[in-house]
């Protein structure tokens, strides 16, 4: 008897040390936002260290993140992909979830590109490197003149 009792009590131990565990794995992710977040708040998001948060507060004193797209304009070291795996991890913005960018955020770059005036073409500046440096004397380099040896 009293060696079932003492089984039921490591399966009843072994279970309470593993359900809160098991139901933290399905918990969904703690929601931060990024704009009222402080930076040691921001790096309990994962993927968030202390250089990216300290990014997002010094950038947020400027002015609120007004969506996700204004976010990853105005983040250095941020994009489209890293904001999309952030929000998955728990940030929001003004309480969204990402949900993409914006056609017209989103082609801003490729717009800028075709709009911008050609380059002129010009004489080139030589470039500095080997090539274009003095040239040295080689060692193994046959002499203008030959040696006569006696």
Not at 11 to 25: I, K, N, Q, T
Not at 26 to 37: I, T
Not at 63 to 81: K, T
Request: proline share 11%.
């Amino acid at each position: 008897m009293p060696r079932c009792f003492f089984f039921q009590i490591l399966v009843w131990l072994a279970l309470v040390g593993v359900m809160p565990a098991a139901a933290a794995a399905r918990m969904p992710p703690a929601l931060v936002d990024a704009n009222h977040a402080d930076a040691v708040r921001l790096m309990t998001v994962p993927g968030i260290g202390p250089g990216m948060a300290a990014r997002l507060v010094t950038v947020r004193q400027q002015g609120p993140y007004r969506n996700w797209a204004d976010l990853v304009q105005r983040v250095a070291g941020l994009g489209a992909a890293r904001a999309q795996a952030l929000s998955a991890a728990g940030l929001t913005v003004n309480g969204l979830p990402w949900q993409g960018l914006p056609r017209a955020a989103a082609r801003t770059g490729a717009r800028q590109k075709a709009e911008s005036p050609p380059r002129e073409a010009g004489p080139r500046a030589p470039r500095a490197g080997k090539r274009n440096g003095p040239r040295k004397a080689r060692r193994d380099a046959a002499p203008s003149a030959p040696l006569i040896r006696f």
